[in-house]
């Protein structure tokens, strides 16, 4: 009986995610306490996201994730602005800069390329014969996409108004 073993692992992380974890590593010699703080925070958010029903599999997700932990940092900064608490308010506001870097390094789909892949998803169902439904626009659309990072808010507000219009 013989025995394959992979020499190189094989990861189904997502690269943004991987490049968290290298951070924490670099946060950790370089002695930068506030990207650590946030580097950490977000790391067990995305743990705990993985105990749950829901782990994260995207980078997408991984972006949504920050979004909300940076809106979260903003009120918080505001906070601690009212409250008079200026050294809180600072750590806060070097936390949203570490989120919104990590935010801005992932490429999202542009809403234009959005507004394209739904409206040529409409026309091909169209000449399938099946109805234009939001849903189906939507699966056809993501088939379509094949995985890149999206913004769902994006995808649903464009298909309800492209859904719209064709069926006018």
């Known amino acids: ?84 608490r200026d050294d809180l308010k600072e750590k806060e506001e070097a936390q949203i800069a570490v989120l919104q870097e990590y935010i801005k390094s992932v490429k999202m789909v542009s809403e234009e390329e959005i507004l394209t892949l739904a409206t040529e998803a409409v026309k091909r169902l169209q000449l399938e014969g099946k109805g234009i439904y939001m849903g189906s626009v939507i699966k056809s659309l993501l088939e379509a996409l094949d995985g890149k990072p999206v913004e769902m808010a994006s995808v649903s507000r464009i298909v309800r108004e492209v859904v719209r219009v064709h069926s006018e």
């Open 1 to 84: 009986m013989r025995c394959f073993y992979a020499t190189t692992p094989v990861t189904s992380e997502p690269p943004l995610l991987l490049r968290i974890r290298s951070d924490l590593k670099f946060a950790m010699r370089e002695k930068d306490k506030n990207r650590l703080i946030a580097v950490r925070g977000v790391l067990a958010e995305i743990t705990n996201f993985s105990k749950m029903n829901k782990p994260v599999t995207t980078d997408a997700q991984i972006v949504a994730m920050l979004r909300s932990r940076a809106k979260l940092s903003q009120s918080a900064a505001a906070d601690f602005s009212t409250a008079k």
